[in-house]
């Protein structure tokens, strides 16, 4: 299993992204995880290309990329694994489709949540949101760092901090145990993505 990175990306599954650029930005700069997120409309085939193109690029950068909810897409073009949220797939269900080598994150937001996931075979928790952010609808009130402090506390996998990441907020999680953080406005948002990658690296004690 591919070790768990500290600078997780998250593409932006929002009308009128390039999705590529930004990541080919990230990547130069050093971003150590990538993940495919599309949006809810998009066909199989579309996240399907889309997660081959961007496979090829974290191959050719030696980094981990994983497939947000489609499991099957994740399977299909190779990728390292997949995240999944409350509403996917059950933890246990997707391991068992995954396999055992295969980097499998969850979504938790409190201790309990996030000891049946690990239970059940999550190799990280993804934990949020940390603080409030635009850039996914329909998610609840923001734990902050107490809130990440409780389930590093609870927990022996990495945890990674989403939501309203930024680099100045960085600190703040390292600091109360997450290994490290999720982003997506931060960088897919930046006027320049790699500048951003390299802030956040920097935040986290990983300069290039």
């Known amino acids: 299993m591919p070790p768990i990175g500290r600078l997780h990306l998250i593409t932006d599954a929002r009308p009128g992204r390039d999705a590529l650029a930004v990541v080919a930005a990230a990547l130069a700069a050093g971003a150590d995880t990538v993940q495919v997120r599309v949006p809810d409309d998009a066909t199989d085939r579309e996240a399907y290309e889309l997660t081959v193109r961007i496979l090829a690029m974290c191959r050719d950068s030696g980094v981990t990329c994983l497939v947000n909810d489609r499991l099957h897409v994740a399977l299909a073009a190779g990728a390292d694994g997949a995240h999944v949220g409350a509403d996917d797939l059950p933890v ?79 600190p703040d999680l390292t600091a109360v145990g997450a290994h490290g953080v999720a982003v997506v406005g931060a960088v897919c948002d930046a006027d320049d993505p790699a500048e951003a990658t390299v802030e956040l690296l920097q935040a986290l004690g990983e300069p290039r």
């Open 92 to 170: 246990a269900a997707a391991r068992r489709i995954l396999g055992a080598e295969a980097v499998l994150g969850a979504t938790a937001r409190d201790p309990q949540t996030a000891l049946r996931a690990v239970r059940d075979g999550a190799s990280y928790l993804g934990v949020g949101p940390a603080f409030a952010t635009r850039t996914k609808d329909g998610l609840p009130d923001p734990i902050g760092p107490a809130g990440i402090a409780a389930v590093a506390r609870a927990v022996a996998v990495p945890v990674i901090a989403i939501g309203g990441i930024t680099a100045t907020r960085v």
